[in-house]
């Protein structure tokens, strides 16, 4: 059975930064595409970035030149590195098996002053 486990969320001022973390159980990383999805409050829950098995990156156009998914496959762990931070990009962000019905529990990121 697959196990995401996202951590890494919290709260920071407006331009800051924070690194998400997914820890997958299994080589689940090195095999599948790996996604990182938000959800904001009374909004439906959108794709933030996609790294493929073969570690090609997209991201959607809110977010590019500032969020960057990565992955670490020794350690079976996505990242997604969230620079110069939004109040918009506030959200309950997700890892995903990308185009699976396989979710974590996923990481509150709020951005205020």
């Known amino acids: 059975q697959v196990h995401l486990v996202e951590s890494g969320g919290g709260l920071v001022q407006p331009g800051g930064s924070l690194r998400l973390s997914c820890a997958a159980s299994g080589s689940i990383v090195s095999l599948n595409a790996m996604g990182w999805y938000r959800q904001a409050p009374e909004k439906l829950r959108e794709l933030v970035a996609v790294?493929?098995?073969?570690?090609?990156?997209n991201y959607a156009d809110s977010v590019k030149g500032r969020f960057t998914i990565s992955r670490d496959v020794a350690k079976n762990t996505v990242y997604l590195q969230l620079n110069s931070l939004k109040p918009e990009d506030t959200a309950v962000y997700y890892c995903?098996?990308?185009?699976?019905?396989?979710w974590g529990q996923g990481t509150q990121v709020t951005v205020s002053s």
């Open positions: 995903n098996v990308y185009g699976t019905p396989l």
């Open positions: 790294i493929t098995s073969g570690g090609s990156t």
